[in-house]
Each structure stands twice: as structure tokens, then as C-alpha cells.
């Protein structure tokens, strides 16, 4: 299946013009794309084999941890939802577009939206991950979300009603935070933020005495995943030296990886790597970064989507042994939105996802950098770099009660408009979208549709590994 003409124009940042011009261009973009075109949703007859997708995607990693991907992917709908990004964005490159562009998370489905921690040490909602962040169609994302919370939905056993109620709730966040950002000064979106104190505010009281008491354990437990947790977790002292711990295959020390020679080789790359990182962070960062020493390496298996990337654990030791900064250095590869949306303007794929995510996040890890380097096989590859965790607190959507869902869409629909009120022309999304509740209404029927082929294309991988086709681990 061809991808569509493809764009190589940044995120919707507005032209010289006056707001009423802005929100006139959003009205006129209805004429292209009718808000309620958005609920329609068909395979393209000439879409790719599910499997032959998930292979070619599987082609530039690291072939052992291929099979701990299938495995997680086939477990249930909505892990195989996680790992597909990449369908839904082959998928949705046929559906309506308004002609409004923003940076888009690229894979913002429910559990991408979580606690945080900001430089400042309060405790924020935001989106977390941006593997995938490009300029693309705003509606993009949105979908996506909203996919995730019928999937979601679905997996819990409830009923179609509930699930269009969910959905139009959190789609309707985003539509009046949208109209709500329109009406700011641009400095006063750059500032906004959705801290604990704000979701205690306008979220909590919607979920009731119960929700109430979830929310608080929820926010101690962020609390507690910390940089000192990972290093508690992550880590064992052998003859009076810290160091960190093997669980194969989900972490492997590099000192169990390699033979001897090859061994050193890596570290010494994996050290080049953080020295010149450093020269993406600001001087202060730098200057604090290089107070501290390796003390360990280790390949880490992370997420659903990202497994088989290459993704590497350095432990880094401060004024003493018990003095720990945990950093993840992250494979960087092409967006998968690339196909569809154009490739991006930055130099390398770690500064886009990096340059992205400051975009899109109200605030950002003070770590949080990127580097280029050569590999031990000769092929140049990207990375990130950030901490490992450092205050995290992630949704449980199969304990939920609907209303508790509803309300976590909300507080994703909210956070979402304010990521893509930064950078695409908030004034025209808001005029397209307008007050009522015709793109709600089409979302719910979308995300229903999807989640219909979602559940096709979960089977179809189910099928390649129970006939041998694909091998799966599971891990």
C-alpha cells in the first residue's frame, strides 16, 4: 500500500495573521474534511500482509530479542496495539485529514500519558513517550488515543455504550482545552501545566471516594520510583562493589554479553557516547553530569513496541557508592509517521525524538539529550539518552471502573490539546473542531472501527506464531 504524497512541512506554526484569518482557515478546512468524515474507517484494499508489516519492522533489530516482541504483541489486543504504531499510522494515512498540522506524540495511545517529575521536583501529567514524534496530522493522535481507551474498554467487558461515553468524554477534553488554548497568549500556553495539585482539582472529584484513594496510592508510588528504587531494584554489591545485576534476557551487564575484547570495545563506545551526549544538555547539566562516574553497563529490554531496539543501562556513581544516576540510552530509528508525514528537519532521529519532546512536554527531563555513534559492526546508529526513571507513576486501566477511565481520558485529551497547542495553530484546530459535538461523535465510531481491526490484526500474529511462522518468547 503506497503512502500518500508526502509533506515535509513543519508542525502548524501560524503564518503572520490576524486570529480571526486562523479561525477562518480551520472553518474552511471542513470543507475538506467534514468533522464527521472523521468516523470512517476501512482497510485499504491494497493493505500490506498484518505479518509481513511486523517483520519489516522487526528487520533492523537485535534478532534474539525479536521473539520476546512477538511474545509480548500476541498476549492480548491492547500489548499488540502498543507495539503497532506503525500499522495505525499505514492505516490512518487513508483516513480524512484536515490539512492542520502539529508535533505529534506519534503513539499516543492511554498509557503513554503518565506521572512525572519536573526539574523542579512537583509532580506532573504529561505524555512520556516520543520514539515516534514527528510534525503530522493533529487528528492523528487523537485517534490514536482514542482507540486505546475502546481497547481498553473492551478488554474489561464492558459495553458499547460505556465505551462511546468514554471515548466522547475524553475526545471532548481535548476540544474545549483546544477552544480554551485559543483563546490564551502564547506565553500563557508555553506555561501550561497540569500538576498534582491541578488533578486533584478539576479530575479527582469526578471518580468519587474510591478514585480518590487510588489517585493518592498512585501519586506515593510515583514517588517512590525513583532514581534510589532503580538503583535498590537494578542492583548488587559483589565483593564490596556496586554493581548492576543480571535478569536475563530482560537485562544482560555487559560483562555477560561478550567475550573479553569485544566487551571492552563496547564499553569504551558506550563511554564516547555519554561523554559527547553531554554536548546536547546545558552547560549546568553537562557540568553536573561530569561529576559522576560509570560504574556498570547493561542491555535492557523496554517497553512492547521499542523491544529489540537497542537500548543500553549505565550506572553512573556521584560523591560515593551509594550516590546513583541511572541513565537509559535508547536506540533512535526513523518515525514511523516518516512514510506518511515526511521526514524530519533535524540532523539526526536522538535530536528529533529529543527536540520533540521539549516541544511537546510542559517540562522535561533535566538529562534528556541525544548522540550519534558508530557501532561495533560499523553502522551508525542514533540514540537518546535520559534517565531511567525518575518519579513515574503508570495508569492500570484493567482495575478501572468506567467512570475512573472516563476521567483518565479527560486528563489525557486535556494534555494532549495542550502538547499540540504548542506548536500547531491552536486558533484554527479550535474553529475546526468548534463547540459542538460532532467530532466527538465521530471519534467514538472510529475508535470502535479500529478497534474491530486492532483485534483482526491481533489474531492474524497470533496465527503466524501458532503455525510456526514467527517464533515468540515469552518474557
Known sequence: MAPRTRS???????????????????????????????????????????????????????????????????????????????????????????????QLCGDAHLLNFRLLASPERHLMFDINDFDETLPGPWEWDVKRLSASLVIASRANGWDARERGRIVRAAVRSYREHMRSFAGMGN??????????????????????????????????????????????????VVDGERRLASDPPLIVPVRD???????????????????????????????????????????????????????????????????????????????????????GTHRTEGERVVSGQRLMQATSDIFLGWERVDGMDGRRRDFYVRQLRDWKGIAQPEIMVPEGLRAFGELCGATLARAHARSGDRIAIAAYLGGGEVFDRALAEFAELYADQNEKDHRA???AVRSGRLQAQSA
Request: charged share 30%; hydrophobic share 40%; glycine share 8%.
Open 8 to 102: 515535509t512541512k513543519p508542525a502548524g506554526r501560524p503564518v503572520a495573521a490576524t486570529p480571526e484569518e486562523r479561525a477562518a482557515l480551520g472553518r474552511q478546512a471542513r470543507a475538506t474534511a467534514p468533522r464527521s468524515s472523521h468516523a470512517e474507517f476501512t482497510p485499504a484494499p491494497d493493505r500490506p500482509d498484518l505479518v509481513d508489516v511486523v517483520e519489516a519492522q522487526s528487520a533492523a533489530r537485535v534478532p534474539e530479542l525479536v521473539p520476546i516482541r512477538y511474545g509480548r504483541m500476541t498476549e492480548s489486543p491492547f500489548r499488540f496495539y502498543r507495539g503497532a504504531a506503525g500499522v495505525m499510522a499505514m492505516d490512518l494515512d487513508r483516513t480524512p485529514r484536515s490539512g492542520l498540522r502539529a
Open 187 to 236: 506565553l500563557d500556553v508555553w506555561y501550561a501545566r497540569f500538576d498534582e495539585d491541578w488533578v486533584r482539582e478539576r479530575i479527582i472529584p469526578k471518580v468519587g471516594a474510591r478514585g480518590r484513594k487510588r489517585w493518592e496510592r498512585a501519586t506515593a508510588k510515583a514517588r517512590s520510583r525513583d532514581n534510589l528504587q532503580a538503583f535498590e531494584k537494578l542492583t548488587e
Open 257 to 343: 554479553l561478550l567475550p573479553k575484547a569485544e566487551r571492552t570495545a563496547l564499553e569504551q563506545q558506550l563511554e564516547r557516547l555519554l561523554r559527547r551526549y553531554g554536548r546536547t544538555l546545558q552547560s549546568d547539566r553537562r557540568f553536573l553530569l561530569q561529576q559522576y562516574r560509570v560504574a556498570g553497563m547493561a542491555r535492557k529490554v523496554v517497553g512492547v513496541g521499542s523491544v529489540g531496539t537497542r537500548c543500553w543501562i549505565v550506572l553512573l556513581l556521584g560523591k560515593d557508592g551509594e550516590d546513583p544516576l541511572i541513565l537509559q540510552a535508547k536506540e533512535a530509528g526513523p518515525s514511523v509517521l516518516e512514510p506518511y508525514c515526511g521526514a
Open 461 to 463: 500474529l497470533v496465527d
